[in-house]
Structures are given as C-alpha cells and as structure tokens.
C-alpha cells in the first residue's frame, strides 16, 4: 500500500475565500483539531501577506507538535525569509515557495521569460533550503505548462532541494485522464524524482477537485493537497474529507492508504462550518446530513436486512456519533464528562466548567441532549465564553399590526446597559438596539439561521456576518430559542471587533 500524504490547506487557500475568514484564536482551534485528525502538513498561511497572517503561522507553529507546518510564499527571498520566519517554531516547519510556469501566467502575470522563472527556482528554492530542511516548491498553473518546461522546472526544484514537488491544477481545468497524463509525464521525464514526493492540489471549477486528486494518486502522487469541507478559492479546493473516504473506502483500487484518524472527520467538518458560518450543503458527499439517510422504502427495506445493500461506508467511521446515553438535565458532571471522553473530546477543567454550565442551561431547555447537540455547545463554546458585552436579557414586541420593538440588555465590565430600539421586524429592531449599545454602527451583511439538531426542541444556529469599517466579523451562536440565538450571535460578531 503506497502512503498518502494529507497536506490540509483549510487555513491558507481555504481561508483567502471570501467568507471564510477566521480570527488567530479560530484558526488555532481549526490547526488543534486538524492534528487530532493527523493530517500530515497543516499549511498555516501565507506569513507575508500581512502582519496578522504572520502572527497566525506562528502561533501555530508554536501550538501544534505533531505535525508538519507550512507557509506559503512566492519565490522571492522577502517571501521565503517572512515564511521561515514564521514557522521556524514548529517541530517540523516547511517553506512552500510557488512561482508559476504556464504560458498564460508567466507573460502576463509574472512579466517574466521562461528562462527568468527557472533562473528564479534555482536561486529561491535554493535559498529556502539553506534554511529549512523541508521545502516545497509549487509550479503554480502547472496543469496548463508546457509538460516539456514543466518537467525542467520541476527537476530544477528537486536539484536545488525541494522536498516535495507540486503540480497544481489552480484554475481546476483539467479532467482525471489528463491529470493521469501529466502526472505520468513527470514520472517518466524528471530524472530526480524519486528523491521528493509528488503532489497534487486541485481546484474544483469544472467539480472534478476531488475525481482529479484521486486520479493523481492512481498513477504515483504521494500528497494530496485539499481543504475541510472543500472551502477554497472560487469553487474551492478538493475536499479532504472526500479525498480520504475515497481512499480509505476504495483502498482495494488505488492501493493505498492515509494515515487520517478517519473518525475526527465529522467533527472537523463540522467545526469549520460552524466556525466560518457556512453550511454544509445536505447532499454532500460524506459529511452532509443526507449522506447516511435512506429515504425510499426499497433502500431502507434492504439496509434493515444488510447494512451493505446501499451503504460503501459507515457513519461510525467518519465519527458521526450513534446516540449510546441519554443526558438529561439530571445527569452529572461525571456523566456528562465520560460522555464527552467518549465523543472523543478531552476538556480542560475550566473549558469542561464553562461546557458543563452550557449543558445544564441546555437540559433544563430540552429534555434530552444529544449527541449532536453536545458537539454543538463544543463548536459554539466561544460564544459561550463571557467577553465584552455579554447578554443580559431581552424582550421583543412584535406582531403583524404594531411596530416591532426590541430592548436589549448587555453587561459590559460589570455595568449592565439596556437600550431600546424599533425596526423592520423583531430581529432588525435587536440588532439596532444592540448597535445603540455599543454606539457604533455595524452593517449587517449576511445573516443565518438553521437547525443544529432534530426534533421539535432543536438547536438553532444563528451565524451574523457584520462589518465596521470595511472588516467583516462573523459571529455565532446557539439556543433553543431563535431570537436568543440571533442576538447572541450579533453580540459575538460585535465582541470579535471588540
Ligand atoms: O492553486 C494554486 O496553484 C495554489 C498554489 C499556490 C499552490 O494555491
Ligand atoms: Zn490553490
């Protein structure tokens, strides 16, 4: 069995799309959670691209000790110094240099000759070597370079020290026979590249991300590049909870395995929906929430009599918990923490208290908490944390004959302030009292709200995305009362400026 590396860029590629912004404290839960699912690189960031991305890379590099880190940066030495900079912190760091070699790319992007970007890799990726023992150079648009070039360009890389070598299909143009193509072309036209891994990292534009990675490891890549829940550039990036289920699922055919801790998948997927405020769509393959559910009669009639009959996977396998106790609003602590042990979680004590205070406002709500609603209270415990303003209570006048008008009440350093305001609807008039509390004027660009959970007494999730100033804040939070839920979330977004 060849093994796969998982090289998981949620935090870089996934992380420049518009509305999956995340803060340093977000992207470090994201990189902890990432190292429970042993991905073998988690690429941080991009450290150059400004001081808060630099900050990013670092912390993680401080935070994470199994796995390898990475920093994206072009092939220029302010690039590669800013990159090593950053992760120099970690256990294993790892400088990710690209420059691109296509055509297109090179005479209009890069103004440069052919002979001016191999000019470029043999002294940059040489550079970055001499500081750091793993590098990896990417040919960026090497699926639209000239195979012939590429192949130069690549064993140039390899000569100077690349470690490992990308060929990424960043416009996602091509299909899996011709992914199998150029990757075979590489194979058989570098001498040197048995002496660095090969990689992949495909972009979904024409939804072959995930098709063309899996092609890739067919014919001899050793790395796959991809993202949590495919967020990405444009239509995204390959996703890896997919890529690792075709895998793991389909071994027999590709020959090959991951070293993924496959059970982490739900929750990580879940994490990031959760955290950047974008739904799982619910035909997703492998995490959605129809991706298990058997509707027609004849399919649930077979999976009764045979799991098999119409299931390639179980849900247990990607971690989705099948419901063994019930908690209640009896249940102790001790209870409630084994059950957390079980889920897979190991609190701190103070987390475990602020998790625990949670589920017993909860259960005094709900008569049975879930499963499912206990990973909820886990992927909005920062909402739950008391930060600058902190909700007080509220109280809505609204109807299809009057004007509807919201008093809410905050506490902010030990002083509670209430204002009151009226507006286009319930949730308008919360919102706008909220911004007369925090006297500033926060724009509401995008607001959600969705079910966590089933039943008639279901979590709802509200997800806000504010802006002040041209900065986006995304704020979250859960209740079982929608308008709870909504004015908790604002306030999120609003101590996130805070
Ligand atoms: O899509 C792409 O080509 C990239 C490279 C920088 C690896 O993201
Ligand atoms: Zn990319």
Redesign the pocket.
């Given at each position: 069995m060849n093994r796969i590396k998982i090289f998981d860029?949620t935090l870089?590629?996934g992380e420049q799309s518009p509305g999956c912004s995340m803060n340093l404290q977000e992207k470090i839960e994201v990189a902890r959670q990432l190292e429970k699912l042993n991905v073998d690189v988690i690429e941080a960031g991009f450290a150059i691209a400004s001081p808060m991305d630099f900050e990013s890379v670092k912390q993680i590099a401080k935070t994470v000790k199994e796995v390898t880190v990475a920093s994206?940066c072009r092939a220029v030495k302010n690039d590669i110094d800013s990159a090593y900079d950053a992760v120099k912190y970690a256990n294993n760091p790892l400088i990710?240099t690209?420059i691109a070699t296509s055509p297109i790319h090179m005479e209009y992007k890069l103004k440069m000759k052919p002979e001016q970007v191999l000019e470029q890799i043999e002294q940059m990726v040489g550079y970055a070597r001499s500081l750091c023992p793993n590098v990896e150079f990417?040919a960026?648009?090497?699926m639209r370079s000239d195979m012939d070039f590429l192949a130069k360009a690549i064993e140039l890389a390899i000569k100077k020290g690349a470690t490992v070598v990308?060929i990424?299909?960043?416009v996602g143009y091509r299909t899996p026979q011709e992914v199998m193509e150029y990757i075979t072309y590489i194979k058989n036209n570098v001498g040197n590249i048995n002496e660095a891994d090969i990689s992949v990292?495909c972009?979904n534009d024409l939804g072959m991300a995930v098709s063309n990675s899996l092609a890739a490891i067919k014919c001899g890549a050793t790395q796959v590049?991809c993202t949590v829940n495919g967020i990405g550039?444009r239509a995204g990036?390959a996703s890896l909870e997919e890529v690792v289920m075709g895998i793991t699922t389909r071994s027999d055919y590709y020959n090959a395995t991951t070293n993924i801790n496959t059970k982490q998948i739900y929750r990580t997927s879940k994490l990031i929906s959760s955290i950047i405020g974008v739904a799982i769509p619910p035909n997703k393959a492998i995490t959605g929430a129809n991706a298990f559910a058997h509707e027609a009669g004849i399919h649930q009639h077979g999976v009764l009599a045979n799991k098999e009959t119409y299931e390639i996977m179980t849900p247990s396998s990607i971690g989705i918990p099948e419901q063994q106790m019930v908690l209640g609003k009896h249940s102790g602590r001790h209870a409630f923490e084994e059950r957390l042990n079980s889920l897979g979680y190991q609190l701190e004590k103070e987390e475990l208290n602020v998790l625990f205070n949670s589920f017993k406002e909860l259960a005094d709500k709900k008569k049975i908490v879930s499963d499912l609603d206990i990973i909820s209270l886990l992927n909005n415990k920062e909402a739950t944390q008391v930060n600058t303003y902190a909700l007080e209570g509220f109280t809505i006048n609204s109807g299809s004959t009057i004007t509807a008008t919201a008093s809410v009440r905050v506490i902010n350093e030990g002083n509670i302030i209430e204002k009151v305001a009226i507006g286009d609807g319930p949730i308008d008039a919360a919102f706008k009292a909220i911004n007369a509390i925090v006297e500033n004027k926060f724009v509401l660009n995008d607001y959600i709200i969705h079910a966590v959970t089933e039943g008639e007494d279901a979590l709802g999730e509200a997800v806000v995305k504010l802006s002040l100033n041209g900065v986006q804040y995304t704020g979250r939070a859960i209740s079982t009362d929608i308008m709870e839920a909504s004015i908790k979330a604002y306030i999120n977004g609003v101590n996130k400026h805070m």
């Open positions: 860029t870089r590629d994206l990710h690209f990417s960026e648009d090497a990308n990424p299909d960043t990292h972009h590049e550039e990036n």
